[in-house]
């Protein structure tokens, strides 16, 4: 018998669990229209590659992933891409995104399926096989399962823990999923196992669900596994990664840690179903089910297909006329979708027919009284009180300080908050503040590294040309000083001269100079003697003693005067 653990705080919720409980799995019929978003789990986002008018068929893939950590995506059934551009999104800002949209042609044909057997592919392919299927978590995190199974290279893999524990109110598909879909869950559970390869794997189970553990039990010794599928007891939320872990294994995952770093992995029971599904059947996750509940006359579980408006799903359960909104989620964790128009994703777990009979609005806020009811539930042993008080006061470096990003928005504090405080909202406020800061941080920081490289370019360029301009003059510098030194070695120069040219060969400078009194000289050598047209007989000889004592003292004679008639 397996020793439990206990995580600190959690609380008991009502369940409204049974509502839809009574029905079998249905699938949802085709929809009008599809809104395939392409960013569907965290990671980058998938690229497109079909555009408006292409045929496509079931399974076919229409977004490519976008590095290691990203997911494809396939069309959820065989039809005509009409549109590839920005629709809204299943969150509560209203934002959009790049979405495929495709117009069904009523056939569901199938694109060409490839089964494989993992056991005949080495690990590396059997991991990108997923990646291409795209296998996400599907308990709400949908962190790409391919990146999750790549076992540690320091830690040996000592528990693999599978969520059956679905902790939530009114959420019931993995319930629904283990009671008639064992078989294959625990096949896929085996496909994590031999990727993994750990001591033991663990299947973690609310005792609200004796249905589905008895069916997970037989289909384990049914195909001869050793997995031991445990309950645990009902409290709210036991299902997250983290609290089961710390229950089945005694473990504490910290804060800064993975799990693999302590040798545990935790996988979803969906999740399992889908990666037995994508390499036993070739077929990638078009569909997912779906808890339709609330307020509506026949609450169900469907599966269905990823890019349905949430409205037509929900259409399907027989909402109430007083119904006013859509819940995606759990009443927990979830939250009012902007419009019914919506698309259901691989992250939609559960759709909640709102309305003010079944969520009364809250009273109106109070002030915190420090009654410490908040620090006592949270899971995480964190102090929600003190994060609340500096994220209204929007001291956000403090919150984080209290270690506001531990907080997995669960909503025990806000739940058990005897002054009505939405706590969780305050967090979540805070952190995408903080978010946002450091986006506009990051921002600055690259303006200003962009800045100071210009700078560091202008500045090399100048010296650069500084440089080339001063190799210009040295090389014209010295070419006239070696026309200085040939003229001088034909004896053309004066004695002067040619020293001036010797050192002109180790002084640019000099060279210089000597170049440009070389050409005034010759300059005025050049020049022909004026005002010597009409001399007299003394003038003429005075003249002519004057060119005697040039010659003798080595100068050249002047040009001879022309003579005018």
């Given at each position: 018998m397996?020793?439990?653990?206990?995580?600190?705080?959690?609380?008991k919720?009502?369940?409204?669990?049974?509502?839809?409980?009574?029905?079998?799995?249905?699938?949802?019929?085709?929809?009008?229209?599809?809104v395939?978003?392409?960013?569907?789990?965290?990671?980058?986002?998938?690229?497109?590659v079909?555009?408006?008018?292409d045929?496509?068929?079931k399974?076919?893939?229409?977004?490519?992933?976008?590095?290691?950590?990203?997911?494809?995506?396939?069309?959820?059934?065989?039809?005509?891409?009409v549109?590839?551009?920005?629709?809204?999104?299943?969150?509560?800002?209203?934002?959009?995104?790049?979405?495929?949209?495709?117009?069904?042609?009523?056939?569901?044909e199938?694109?060409?399926?490839?089964?494989?057997?993992?056991?005949?592919l080495?690990p590396?392919?059997?991991?990108?096989?997923?990646?291409?299927?795209?296998?996400?978590?599907?308990?709400?995190?949908?962190?790409p399962?391919?990146?999750?199974?790549t076992?540690?290279?320091?830690?040996p893999?000592?528990e693999?823990?599978?969520?059956?524990?679905?902790?939530?109110?009114?959420?019931?598909?993995?319930?629904?999923?283990?009671?008639?879909?064992?078989?294959?869950?625990?096949?896929?559970?085996?496909i994590?196992?031999?990727?993994?390869?750990?001591?033991?794997?663990?299947?973690?189970?609310?005792?609200n669900?004796?249905?589905?553990?008895?069916?997970?039990?037989?289909?384990?010794?049914?195909?001869?596994?050793?997995?031991?599928?445990?309950?645990?007891?009902?409290?709210?939320?036991?299902?997250?990664a983290?609290?089961?872990?710390?229950?089945?294994?005694?473990?504490?995952?910290?804060a800064?840690?993975?799990?693999t770093?302590?040798?545990?992995q935790?996988?979803?029971?969906?999740t399992?179903?889908?990666a037995w599904?994508?390499?036993?059947?070739?077929?990638?996750?078009?569909?997912?089910?779906?808890?339709?509940?609330?307020?509506?006359?026949?609450?169900?579980?469907?599966?269905?297909?990823?890019?349905?408006?949430?409205?037509?799903?929900?259409?399907?359960g027989?909402p109430?006329?007083?119904?006013d909104?859509?819940?995606?989620?759990?009443?927990?964790?979830?939250?009012?979708?902007p419009?019914g128009?919506?698309?259901?994703?691989?992250a939609?777990?559960?759709?909640i027919?709102?309305?003010?009979r079944?969520?009364?609005?809250?009273?109106p806020?109070?002030p915190?009284?420090?009654?410490?009811?908040?620090?006592?539930a949270?899971?995480?042993?964190?102090?929600?009180?003190?994060?609340?008080?500096?994220?209204?006061?929007?001291?956000?470096?403090?919150?984080?300080?209290?270690?506001i990003?531990d907080?997995?928005?669960?909503?025990?504090?806000?739940?058990v908050?005897?002054?009505?405080?939405?706590?969780?909202?305050?967090?979540?406020?805070?952190?995408?503040?903080?978010?946002?800061?450091?986006?506009?941080?990051?921002?600055?920081?690259?303006?200003?590294?962009?800045?100071?490289f210009?700078?560091?370019?202008?500045?090399?360029e100048k010296?650069?040309?500084?440089?080339?301009?001063?190799?210009?003059?040295a090389?014209?510098?010295?070419?006239?000083?070696?026309?200085?030194?040939?003229?001088?070695?034909?004896?053309?120069?004066?004695?002067?001269?040619?020293?001036?040219?010797?050192?002109?060969?180790?002084?640019?400078?000099?060279?210089?100079?000597?170049?440009?009194?070389?050409?005034?000289?010759?300059?005025?050598?050049?020049?022909?003697p004026?005002?010597?047209?009409?001399?007299?007989?003394?003038?003429?000889?005075?003249?002519?003693?004057?060119?005697?004592?040039?010659?003798?003292?080595?100068i050249?004679?002047a040009?001879?005067?022309?003579?005018?008639?």
């Amino acid at each position: 018998m397996l020793n439990l653990f206990k995580f600190k705080g959690g609380v008991k919720p009502p369940t409204n669990k049974t509502q839809s409980l009574g029905r079998p799995i249905a699938v949802a019929p085709l929809p009008s229209r599809l809104v395939v978003p392409l960013h569907q789990s965290i990671g980058g986002t998938p690229r497109p590659v079909v555009q408006a008018g292409d045929k496509v068929l079931k399974g076919q893939l229409i977004g490519e992933a976008d590095g290691w950590i990203s997911a494809a995506v396939h069309a959820p059934t065989s039809g005509t891409v009409v549109a590839v551009d920005m629709h809204i999104q299943p969150h509560p800002s209203g934002l959009d995104a790049l979405c495929v949209v495709i117009e069904p042609d009523g056939r569901d044909e199938w694109t060409t399926r490839v089964p494989v057997d993992h056991r005949a592919l080495a690990p590396e392919e059997v991991r990108e096989r997923l990646q291409q299927a795209g296998v996400v978590g599907l308990g709400g995190a949908v962190f790409p399962t391919h990146g999750k199974l790549t076992p540690s290279k320091t830690v040996p893999m000592q528990e693999l823990v599978i969520n059956g524990a679905e902790c939530e109110p009114f959420i019931t598909c993995d319930d629904l999923l283990m009671r008639e879909r064992a078989d294959e869950v625990v096949r896929g559970i085996g496909i994590f196992r031999d990727l993994l390869q750990p001591e033991k794997v663990l299947i973690g189970i609310e005792d609200n669900k004796p249905e589905a553990a008895a069916a997970m039990r037989a289909a384990v010794q049914a195909l001869g596994e050793s997995f031991e599928v445990v309950q645990v007891p009902t409290l709210y939320p036991a299902g997250g990664a983290k609290q089961l872990i710390r229950v089945l294994t005694g473990k504490e995952v910290p804060a800064s840690k993975r799990s693999t770093d302590l040798g545990v992995q935790c996988f979803n029971v969906a999740t399992a179903y889908t990666a037995w599904r994508a390499l036993a059947h070739g077929e990638p996750v078009v569909s997912r089910l779906v808890t339709v509940t609330g307020n509506v006359a026949e609450p169900c579980n469907y599966e269905v297909l990823i890019g349905t408006p949430m409205a037509e799903v929900l259409k399907l359960g027989r909402p109430h006329p007083d119904t006013d909104g859509i819940v995606m989620g759990g009443p927990m964790m979830g939250f009012l979708v902007p419009d019914g128009e919506v698309p259901v994703v691989k992250a939609t777990n559960c759709l909640i027919a709102h309305s003010e009979r079944l969520f009364p609005p809250k009273a109106p806020e109070m002030p915190c009284i420090r009654c410490g009811s908040c620090a006592r539930a949270c899971p995480h042993e964190l102090q929600p009180f003190e994060m609340y008080w500096f994220a209204r006061a929007k001291n956000f470096g403090k919150t984080q300080e209290y270690h506001i990003f531990d907080c997995i928005e669960c909503g025990c504090c806000s739940f058990v908050c005897p002054s009505r405080i939405p706590l969780v909202q305050y967090f979540r406020f805070a952190k995408s503040e903080i978010w946002a800061r450091e986006r506009e941080k990051k921002a600055a920081d690259t303006a200003k590294t962009r800045f100071e490289f210009k700078q560091l370019r202008e500045e090399r360029e100048k010296a650069e040309k500084a440089e080339k301009l001063a190799r210009a003059a040295a090389a014209q510098a010295a070419k006239k000083a070696a026309e200085a030194a040939a003229a001088a070695a034909a004896g053309e120069a004066a004695p002067g001269e040619t020293a001036a040219a010797v050192d002109a060969e180790t002084d640019p400078k000099k060279a210089a100079i000597a170049a440009a009194m070389a050409r005034a000289k010759a300059q005025r050598e050049a020049a022909p003697p004026r005002n010597t047209e009409q001399l007299n007989a003394v003038q003429q000889r005075e003249l002519d003693e004057i060119e005697a004592r040039r010659q003798a003292a080595g100068i050249s004679p002047a040009a001879p005067a022309e003579k005018t008639e």
